[in-house]
C-alpha cells in the first residue's frame, strides 16, 4: 500500500520534472555569434601587403606579386602596372595627418587642406629612424598609436599625452618577440577600435585609445602582414601568412541582458534548480553520512 | 543477495573515519554543481547570475542546517568550507556592481571598487573561519596553519614565486595569453589591483588549504586529503570559466592546488602558498591579454 502510493509520487514528481525542463528548455531559442574574422580569399598564399577601399582590394603577396580585386576580394587578377599601395607611416583623419618624419618623430598637421605645414607634436617620442606604423582613430580626435623600430606601441591620449601602451613578451623562451607588423584605424568616425597586427600573435584591439588591449585574432593565423580599415564597408582585412581575412565591425561579446518576463522566467528557473539541488544534497547527507564520527 | 554484500558494504564503508568527510564531499558539490551547471540546459546563466548568487545561495543552504542539525555536524567543516568558497566569490564579483548602487560616483573607480569586494571577500573568509573554529568539535576543527612563518617557508614562498614566473615565461605565450606587458594600464590599475589581488590569493589559501584541506586531513590520509582539495580547488574554477575557451584552466588549476597542498603541509605553514598565490594572480591580472571571450 504504502509502496504503490510512494510509486505514484515519484511517477507525479518526475512527470512535473518533464513539463518543467520542456518548458524551460522550449523558451530559451540558441544563438550563435558571428565569427569574428572570416576568410576572404587567397587560402594558402601569403599576403604581406593589403589596402581595401570599397570593394577595390589590392594586395601584394609574398612573392612580390600585386593582385588587384574589384569584387570584394571575390575573385582576384594581375594588378595593373601602375598599381600601387598607399604609403607607410602617415594616416590622414579629415582635415587632420599624422606622419613619422624620417628621423623618427611624429609629425601633425593640423589643417590639410589649408596648406598648413607639419610641426613635431610635443612629446613625440623617437620612434627610431625608418619606423612607419602609425594610425589614428577618427571616432577619437588626438588619439594616436604609432610603434617604434624596436618594437615599443605607444599612444598619443587626446590631452596630448604621449606614453608607452605596449610591450610584447617572448613567443617563449626559443622563439623570442614578435614583430609588430602593422597598426590600423578607421579613417570615419565608425569605431572607436585601434588594431594592430602581429607576425607571432595575430591581432590585438583597443577601444580606449591604446590604454587597454585585449587579442583579438580568434580564428586567424597567427602570422599577420598587413591590415588595412575600409570605413566604406566597415570592414578591417588582414592579410596572413595564410591568405586575405575580413573582419566585419561588430560589437565586442558580451553576455546578453535580459528584461523583464525573460528575466523573471530565467531566475525562475535558476532558482528552482538551486533549491532542488540543494534539497536533494541535504537529504544525500542525512543519509549518507553516520551520526557520529567514529574512531 | 547482491543487494545484502552492497548493504555490507556501505556499512563498512561508513564505519571507516574518512567516510563522512568524503560523503560530504562528493554530495555536497554533486549538489553544487547541479546548481551550477544545469541551469546551462535551458537559460544562460552568464547573463542572467553573472555573480553565481545560485552557487552561494546553495552552499549556504546546504551548510546551514549543518549547523542546527546534529545528524550533521560530521559534514560541518566541510560545508562550512565549500560555503565560504562560494558566498564569499559571490561578494567579490558582485561587491563592485553592490558598491555602485549603494554609494554611486562616491564609490570610486572600478578598480576601487574591486579593492573593497576583495577586503569584503577576506573579511567574510575569516569570519567563517573564525565560525568553523568556534562551531567545530575540537576533534573536527580545521587547522589553518596561519600562526608561523619561518625562514624556511619564507624562502619557499619566494623560490615558488620565482619559479612560477619562470614557467610561465617558459611556455608558449599563446596557451597562457602573456603575449604583451600594458604599461598605461598597469601604471593606473596597480595601486588597487595589486592589493586586491593579494587578497583575493589569502581569501582562496584559506578556504581552500586552511579550511578545506585542515577539515579534511582531520579524517583522511594526507595524501587523500590533498587530492580532495586540489580537486574542489580545480572543479571550483569550472565556476569561473565552464562553457569559454578557457576549459583547460580547470586540471591546471588542480595541478596548482595539489602543489600548494603538498607545500603547506611540507612547510607547516598557510603563508609560502599565500606568497606563491598573490604572485601568480597579481602576473595573470597584468601579464595576460585578455582575449575577446574572456581569458
Given amino acids: ?295 | 543477495m547482491a543487494t545484502e554484500a552492497r548493504r555490507a558494504r556501505l556499512e563498512r564503508y561508513r564505519a571507516s573515519r574518512w567516510w563522512p568527510a568524503a560523503a560530504t564531499l562528493v554530495i555536497a558539490e554533486l549538489g553544487l554543481g547541479a546548481a551550477l551547471l544545469v541551469p546551462i540546459t535551458f537559460s544562460d546563466p552568464n547573463g542572467v547570475d553573472p555573480y553565481l548568487a545560485r552557487l552561494s545561495v546553495a552552499s549556504v543552504l546546504i551548510a546551514m542546517p549543518s549547523l542546527f542539525v546534529r545528524r550533521l555536524e560530521p559534514a560541518r567543516p566541510i560545508l562550512l568550507a565549500l560555503a565560504a568558497v562560494a558566498a564569499t566569490y559571490t561578494l567579490l564579483s558582485a561587491g563592485p556592481q553592490i558598491l555602485f548602487d549603494l554609494l554611486g560616483p562616491r564609490s570610486g573607480s572600478f578598480d576601487a571598487q574591486v579593492f573593497w569586494a576583495s577586503v569584503a571577500q577576506a573579511a567574510g573568509t575569516l569570519l567563517i573561519a573564525l565560525a568553523a573554529w568556534r562551531l567545530v568539535t575540537p576533534e573536527g576543527r580545521p587547522s589553518l596553519r596561519m600562526r608561523r612563518l619561518g625562514i624556511g617557508g619564507l624562502a619557499a614562498g619566494v623560490l615558488g614565486s620565482a619559479a612560477l614566473i619562470g614557467l610561465g615565461l617558459a611556455l608558449p605565450a599563446g596557451v597562457l595569453g602573456r603575449v604583451a606587458l600594458q604599461p598605461v594600464a598597469l601604471g593606473r590599475d596597480f595601486p588597487f589591483l595589486g592589493p586586491a589581488n593579494a587578497l583575493q590569493a589569502f581569501s582562496q589559501e584559506v578556504q581552500f588549504r586552511g579550511l578545506l584541506l585542515g577539515a579534511l586531513e582531520r579524517t583522511m590520509s594526507p595524501r587523500w586529503a590533498n587530492v580532495s582539495q586540489a580537486a574542489v580547488f580545480g572543479l571550483a574554477h569550472l565556476a569561473i570559466s565552464y562553457g569559454g575557451p578557457e576549459a583547460p584552466f580547470v586540471p591546471i588549476t588542480f595541478l596548482v592546488g595539489l602543489g600548494f597542498g603538498w607545500l603547506v603541509r611540507r612547510t607547516n605553514s598557510l603563508w609560502p602558498a599565500v606568497i606563491i598565490h598573490a604572485v601568480a594572480d597579481i602576473a595573470l591580472q597584468f601579464g595576460i591579454v585578455q582575449g575577446l571571450y574572456g581569458l
Fill in chain 1, 1 to 295: 500500500m504504502a509502496s504503490d502510493r510512494r510509486r505514484r509520487t515519484i511517477t507525479r514528481c518526475a512527470a512535473a520534472g518533464v513539463v518543467l525542463i520542456v518548458f524551460l528548455v522550449g523558451s530559451a531559442p540558441a544563438r550563435a555569434a558571428a565569427a569574428w574574422w572570416s576568410p576572404v580569399a587567397l587560402r594558402g598564399v601569403a599576403v604581406a601587403r593589403v589596402s581595401a577601399i570599397g570593394d577595390t582590394i589590392t594586395v601584394r603577396t609574398g612573392s612580390g606579386e600585386m593582385l588587384r580585386s574589384t569584387d570584394a576580394g571575390r575573385t582576384f587578377a594581375t594588378a595593373p602596372s601602375d598599381a600601387a599601395l598607399p604609403p607607410s607611416g602617415v594616416v590622414t583623419v579629415g582635415t587632420q595627418r599624422w606622419e613619422i618624419d624620417p628621423g623618427g618623430k611624429v609629425v601633425h598637421v593640423a589643417n590639410v587642406t589649408q596648406g598648413t605645414s607639419g610641426v613635431v607634436d610635443p612629446g613625440s617620442p623617437d620612434l627610431g629612424p625608418g619606423a612607419g606604423l602609425i594610425a589614428s582613430p577618427a571616432a577619437l580626435p588626438g588619439v594616436v598609436v604609432a610603434v617604434s623600430t624596436n618594437g615599443t606601441v605607444w599612444r598619443r591620449g587626446q590631452d596630448g599625452d604621449w606614453k608607452q601602451a605596449l610591450l610584447l613578451l617572448p613567443a617563449s623562451l626559443v622563439q623570442g618577440v614578435p614583430r609588430i607588423t602593422a597598426v590600423t584605424a578607421f579613417t570615419e568616425p565608425l569605431s572607436d577600435a585601434i588594431y594592430l597586427g602581429t607576425d607571432g600573435y595575430a591581432v590585438l584591439i583597443s577601444t580606449d585609445g591604446g590604454d587597454d588591449w585585449i587579442r583579438a585574432g580568434a580564428g586567424l593565423p597567427d602570422s599577420v602582414s598587413s591590415l588595412s580599415a575600409d570605413s566604406a564597408r566597415h570592414a578591417l582585412y588582414a592579410g596572413t601568412a595564410d591568405g586575405l581575412w575580413e573582419h566585419v565591425l561588430q560589437s565586442l561579446p558580451a553576455p546578453p541582458s535580459y528584461q523583464d518576463a525573460a528575466l523573471v522566467w530565467r531566475w525562475l528557473g535558476i532558482g528552482a534548480i538551486t533549491l532542488v539541488a540543494s534539497a536533494a544534497a541535504l537529504l544525500g547527507l542525512t543519509r549518507l553520512v553516520p551520526r557520529r564520527l567514529s574512531g
